[in-house]
């Protein structure tokens, strides 16, 4: 009963910030992985950022350059990912997604993620 949904999702403009949120249940322990994804029409999925719950271990595609932060709150079993400096290739339905962490509580990549939320439409508008 893994289950999760985002939110925070809206329209800014070229350089703006935005927080999205992903809200997680059914997991008995935090040992397990959340990523975060986007997509556009026609194009692939692409893993944005992931996150260890168990170690706070992150992971971030070479895409953000430096400007999206993952982070967690366990006592909220919440996960977030702080988007700043957002430009238009940003836009995109941004979806987050879970899988059991590996034996020693790593996210080793964005394959394999099992469950998924609904998504968050993200446009930045120049």
């Known amino acids: 009963q893994v289950q999760l949904v985002e939110s925070g999702g809206g329209s800014v403009q070229v350089g703006g910030s935005l927080k999205l949120s992903c809200a997680t249940s059914?997991?008995?322990?935090?040992?397990?992985?959340i990523g975060w994804f986007r997509q556009t029409p026609g194009k692939k999925r692409e893993g944005v950022a992931r996150i260890s719950i168990a170690t706070d271990s992150t992971y971030y595609a070479d895409s953000t350059k430096g400007r999206f932060t993952i982070s967690r709150d366990n006592g909220k079993n919440t996960v977030y990912l702080q988007m700043s400096s957002l430009e238009p290739e940003d836009s995109a339905m941004y979806y987050c997604?879970?899988?059991?962490?590996?034996?020693?509580?790593?996210?080793?990549?964005?394959?394999?993620?099992?469950?998924w939320g609904q998504g968050t439409q993200v446009t930045v508008s120049s």
């Open positions: 059914g997991y008995a322990d935090s040992s397990y992985c």
């Open positions: 997604a879970a899988k059991p962490a590996d034996w020693r509580l790593f996210c080793q990549s964005f394959n394999e993620y099992k469950y």
